[in-house]
């Protein structure tokens, strides 16, 4: 019999690394990066609408990236399209008719496979390990921001 190996950093690569290689996949057929997709999916949590400074503070403290490569990253989606500065405030970005789509299709393909990676794990486990990782993110956070 084997035994289910002890949470560490390298466990939580591994699952990191695999379902974010299934993720890029699912990206992929649509021409868009990991990096778009979090900015997509940060301004539809936000209603649609998102200001810009809050946007890079969330991608920049989440995905531990500087500010220069996501204001990049708006640019490109700016540029294609799928976000527009709101006018009269250009601190503000708003995702457009191309860029709602854009997502509900990544949701949609995403909801498939989340389903199918998390189908028979009991929910009790889930909400385990769910506390146990938002624990161990706040502590690492804590040690970047030096404590």
């Known amino acids: 019999m084997t035994t289910a190996p002890t ?7 591994q699952a990191h690394y695999a379902t974010r290689a299934v ?7 649509t021409g868009t990066t990991f990096h778009q997709s979090v900015a997509l999916n940060a301004t539809a949590d936000g209603g649609g609408s998102i200001e810009r400074p809050a946007l890079v503070d969330r991608m920049t403290s989440t995905l531990k990236i500087d500010a220069t490569a996501v204001e ?4 490109g989606l700016i540029a294609q399209g799928l976000l527009a500065e709101e006018p009269g405030d250009p601190a503000r970005l708003s995702m457009t008719a191309a860029g709602s789509e854009l997502h509900r299709t990544h949701r949609a393909a995403l909801s498939e496979i989340t ?10 486990d889930l909400a385990t390990a769910g ?15 030096g404590g």
Not at 7 to 13: A, D
Not at 72 to 75: A, C, E, F, G, S
Request: avoid cysteine.
């Open 115 to 124: 389903a199918r990676l998390y189908a028979d794990l009991p929910a009790e």
């Open 131 to 145: 506390r146990v990782l938002t624990e161990v993110t706040a502590r690492a956070n804590a040690v970047l921001a």
């Open 23 to 29: 993720l890029e996949s699912l990206l992929a057929a």
């Open 7 to 13: 949470v560490n950093g390298q466990v939580i690569g």
């Open 72 to 75: 990049t990253v708006l640019t």
